[in-house]
């Protein structure tokens, strides 16, 4: 299956800044990843579906504005949190769908806003 | 719409015995794929097992088997000779067969099973 990195594993930001998260596809050709939410103890939540060269699929309820999704290459895929504030406080984990229809998840990364 | 339904929130079990864990779902569709991961106090999500709905055989993986049951809709997975590595959140999920553009799974709320030595 393909082999994903995910980073920073884990970031702390002042209210108002933007914070970018970074997804690599590191030996399989991504088309598409899958950005997700996690709170404490919940499932995962599907923020977006990212489209290589072309725009990301928003779940509804996500707000594109605040959360925005590059997928420029086969290998790369951010997601940045823009004007972060605490409620945007939470686990991000992305998700690349391989061969053999599997899924390989990348590490997550667990954003503080203060 | 589809949908997957695990109604255990918690459950634990001794060290080295036998834990099922439920998961039942909703689709009108014929050949699907279900999936169980698992996620460690790490967060990584780690593929257990998966399924596909044309194969009547269940699944296994060492020591982790699924009873698929197509008709009752019903996915659950067995853990057997438990061990302390095991505790994790399992969730249960669920992809289209034919899914073109539309590969996103579809999650169960998930279980947290604790294993007590």
């Known amino acids: 299956g393909a082999v994903v990195s995910q980073h920073p594993s884990w970031v702390i930001c002042k209210s108002g800044t933007s914070v970018k998260i970074e997804c690599r596809s590191l030996?399989?050709?991504?088309?598409?990843m899958f950005w997700y939410r996690q709170f404490p103890k919940q499932s995962l939540m599907l923020m977006a579906t990212?489209?290589?060269?072309?725009?990301?699929?928003?779940e509804q309820g996500v707000e594109k504005d605040k959360f925005l999704i590059n997928h420029a290459s086969l290998t790369l895929s951010t997601l940045t949190v823009t004007s972060a504030h605490p409620e945007d406080s939470s686990f991000y984990i992305c998700s690349v769908p391989g061969t053999n229809y599997g899924y390989t998840f990348g590490s997550g990364t667990r954003l503080t806003v203060v | 719409a589809q949908t997957v339904t695990q109604s255990q929130p918690e459950m634990s079990v001794q060290e080295a015995e036998t834990v099922t864990l439920s998961c039942t779902y909703d689709t009108s569709e014929s050949d699907y794929y279900l999936f169980w991961y698992k996620q460690p106090p790490s967060r990584q999500m780690i593929l257990v097992i998966r399924q596909e709905a044309y194969k009547q055989q269940n699944a296994t993986e060492n020591r982790f088997s699924v009873n698929f049951q197509k008709a009752a809709k019903s996915f659950s997975l067995k853990i057997s000779d438990s061990q302390l590595g095991d505790a994790a959140m399992y969730f249960c999920a669920y992809r289209f067969f034919n899914a073109g553009n539309n590969r996103k799974l579809i999650w169960g709320l998930g279980t947290s099973l604790a294993v007590n030595p």
């Open positions: 990212s489209n290589e060269g072309s725009k990301a699929t928003y």
């Open positions: 030996d399989f050709q991504a088309t598409t």
